[in-house]
């Protein structure tokens, strides 16, 4: 029997990663076979996703080598960098030119790179609306990976830009949840006045991953953003009242405000924030949630994944 072309997916034990080596393994009819790549194959989760079919390959993306290894005999890769890991955007420009160059090596057939907007395009550094972080960006887990997309493009990568969008998760893992106020209100606080967000479960963008893959070379060279609604800040605290029990009310915070509060990079996301905000229209336009619904059909809307993460939630 003919072996299935093989995808090697870059953190495969994180969150895209591990969306898209799940949504290929639990599929009987998938076409593809799963190359995880983990700096870890011991732990827990490597070890179940060995479970369920995936071969687990050492590699480190800090480590070029180890990434051209873990891609020779691919079909296809799935290429994710790890900001939040170590908060440099020079790493992760680096981590990004060490999967294209292997890739490159391998002569894979197709990539996929998971990217963001570089939001100097939008907002030159002079501009003073937002300040200028580290130097040389205005948000710089975004300006990186849209710096990186140069790197794809000029290697003559037969690659994919997968924009991504604001998890979900976050209200779960990064303290973005409801918490009361002084007077005992559940109270949502986000820096996007009235404007929409385009918003996802982060398991869902490996699963609009592996509908890119299921057509070929169809988004070969093309941008294509991925969400499964465009929601205001009212709107998600509504959701979460279900999961709360009671009423969560959304207030805005000036982005200003936000680049205060002291927490690790929170310049970083404040400048985000208010660039999501001002360039709402354009963030919303690169994201199709009727696309992303054709590549991923069991994609969750948000009150599907609120009801799923009920317990999960922290309430303050």
């Known amino acids: 029997m003919q072996e299935k072309p093989v995808v090697a997916i870059a953190g495969a034990t994180g969150a895209q990663g591990g969306g898209l080596a799940r949504a290929i393994l639990s599929d009987p009819q998938s076409p593809f076979a799963v190359r ?9 989760e490597a070890r179940a996703l060995a479970q369920l079919g995936a071969e687990v390959v050492a590699a480190d993306v800090d480590d070029p080598d180890s990434v051209a290894r873990a891609f020779i005999g691919a079909y296809a890769a799935y290429c ?61 887990h975004f300006d990186s990976k849209g ?40 109270v949502l606080t986000l820096p996007m006045a009235d404007r929409k967000l385009p918003g996802i479960a982060a398991a869902d963008i490996g699963g609009c991953a592996y509908g890119i893959l299921k057509r070929g070379g169809e988004f070969v060279g093309a941008r294509v953003g991925v969400a499964s609604e465009h929601l205001t800040g009212a ?23 936000f680049r205060q509060l002291g927490f690790p990079h929170a310049e970083d996301l404040g400048n985000m924030f208010q660039f999501n905000t001002e360039f709402s229209d354009e963030f919303c336009k690169a994201r199709d949630p009727q696309l992303s619904r054709e590549l991923h059909p069991g994609m969750l809307t948000f009150r599907q994944w609120v009801e799923a993460n009920r317990g999960r939630i922290p309430v303050q």
Request: proline share 8%.
């Open 147 to 186: 710096e990186a997309d140069a790197v794809f493009a000029g290697l003559g990568l037969p690659v994919t830009y997968l924009l991504t969008s604001f998890y979900w998760d976050n209200f779960i893992h990064f303290g973005s949840g409801p918490v009361r106020d002084a007077s005992g209100r559940l």
């Open 36 to 44: 995880a790549l983990t700096r870890n194959p011991a732990s827990a």
């Open 80 to 140: 994710v960098t790890f900001f939040w890991h170590h908060f440099s955007p020079e790493r992760e420009l680096a981590q990004a030119s060490a999967m294209a160059h292997a890739a490159k090596k391998a002569g894979l057939k197709h990539v996929i790179w998971s990217t963001l907007e570089d939001t100097r395009k939008f907002v030159p550094l002079e501009d003073g609306r937002m300040p200028t972080l580290m130097g040389r960006y205005k948000v710089p």
């Open 235 to 257: 709107e998600m605290a509504a959701g979460l009242s279900e999961a709360a029990g009671e009423p969560v009310h959304y207030e805005p915070l000036p982005h200003a405000v």
